[in-house]
């Protein structure tokens, strides 16, 4: 592999090192913020939506479940280890009408932590959205109020304090044709993020006596949230539940299967797509082998004539190419690492590296420059780049890149092993 003139690398030897360590290095980064995406988007949906919901049906219709206390007294009771909470809940779907605006809207009713007499506050628990404004532990309000995402809030332009409209199916939970219509009015109390665009900008949020009256059902709820420990463990809660309470059970995997099958398909395309590059540079390693065996031909005859066996000359030149792979690997997963932790960084220089030029360019010529963003937070949303950096997948592909690395050398060095010495020392083999 030794270059000439003391150089530490051939040419051959660095080029395919370099196919090696992009692969990787490539990979690595576009692994870690895809899958932060996903686990961004995972985690904004584990933790606002109940992971498993109880329902039941009379009739082919939703039905109020009555004695909704008792039953969660006895879920919590039975599965203590495993459950978190288990909480009443209405959901439905129901208008928002604020002034002229007229918009669809996704109304869920929820128990909220009871106001401390003293302080006459409120601190909601963690798998609450997060109060964006005006405070995530807000003020006792008297009046009955409405948290509603921040992107609705922008979409629509409310303004906390500003009262709006909301219709919905009295009695029922279902817009169904020739029902009686429900409408109240409710002030805006408060803003909510949950990280997923879709909750931010269509939910609503009210404390689950409010939803009662909305709907006119008296002390009952829809449906019986239960958030668990482990949500590894969906499948199987949701079956021993079953068992107990054979109505409509349903796992938030069920809910949004298609969503993390399009989210499993994707990382699976980047993966593919993205490995290719690491083959293309295993390839570079047998070209650099097989010019590497072409150009020490002649060292081979000798070593070959001195007793050398095949076997020998098979394991230097194997040796060789699972060398650069490996080096080549490992350089490439560490640098990938480090660009994944300091991707924000990188495209902020960038970003900067843009407008300076842009501005300076706009001076001299006496135009206008508007500074860019290279990832607008008007089109993306979230406020910094996702990364998750996993760390057995970046060692399993380290491990298939160094084995194939390996394997690929093994296509000239048995060539290589199988020179005749006496023709390649004649010079009868060009």
Request: aromatic share 10%; hydrophobic share 45%; net charge neutral.
């Amino acid at each position: 592999m030794r270059g000439r003139e003391g150089n530490l690398l051939s040419m051959n030897a660095f080029m395919a090192l370099m196919g090696v360590f992009l692969g990787p290095a490539l990979l690595v980064v576009v692994l870690s913020i895809g899958t932060g995406f996903q686990t961004q988007m995972k985690e904004s949906i584990f933790n606002f939506d109940p992971h498993i919901v109880l329902s039941r049906t009379d009739g082919g219709k939703e039905s109020p479940i009555r004695n909704w206390k008792s039953i969660r007294a006895e879920i919590l009771t039975r599965y203590q280890k495993e459950i978190v909470s288990a909480e009443g809940a209405i959901q439905s779907p129901g208008i928002l009408k604020n002034g002229s605006l007229i918009d669809h809207v996704f109304i869920r009713a929820v128990e909220f932590p009871p106001v401390d007499p003293q302080t006459r506050q409120r601190s909601f628990p963690a798998s609450f959205p997060e109060i964006v404004q005006p405070t995530k532990t807000v003020k006792a309000d008297s009046r009955p109020g409405v948290y509603i995402g921040q992107e609705m809030a922008v979409n629509l332009g409310i303004y906390l304090g500003e009262t709006i409209e909301l219709v919905v199916p009295r009695g029922q939970f279902s817009l169904q044709a020739g029902m009686t219509p429900s409408m109240k009015s409710f002030p805006v109390i408060g803003f909510f993020k949950t990280g997923y665009y879709e909750y931010d900008s269509k939910v609503i949020l009210m404390e689950l006596s409010q939803g009662q009256k909305l709907f006119s059902i008296g002390d009952a709820v829809q449906q019986i949230d239960i958030r668990i420990q482990n949500p590894d463990q969906l499948s199987i809660i949701r079956n021993r539940l079953y068992i107990q309470w054979p109505w409509n059970i349903h796992s938030l995997e069920e809910q949004h299967q298609n969503l993390f099958a399009a989210l499993k398909l994707e990382k699976t395309i980047m993966t593919i797509i993205i490995f290719l590059f690491t083959l293309a540079g295993i390839m570079g390693i047998v070209i650099a082998t097989w010019n590497l065996v072409r150009s020490h031909k002649k060292d081979i005859g000798i070593a070959k004539a001195l007793g050398m066996s095949d076997h020998s000359i098979l394991m230097i030149f194997t040796f060789t190419g699972f060398l650069l792979g490996a080096v080549g690997s490992i350089l490439g997963i560490v640098t990938g690492i480090y660009l994944s932790l300091h991707v924000e960084d990188i495209l902020g220089l960038v970003e900067t590296g843009i407008n300076t030029t842009g501005n300076w360019i706009a001076q001299l010529t006496g135009g206008v420059w508007l500074n860019i963003s290279v990832i607008p937070k008007g089109v993306y949303y979230f406020d910094h780049i996702p990364v998750h950096i996993d760390i057995p997948t970046l060692g399993i592909l380290g491990i298939v890149a160094v084995f194939l690395s390996g394997l690929a050398s093994m296509i000239p060095a048995w060539a290589a092993s199988r020179y005749e010495p006496v023709s390649i020392i004649r010079g009868g083999e060009q």
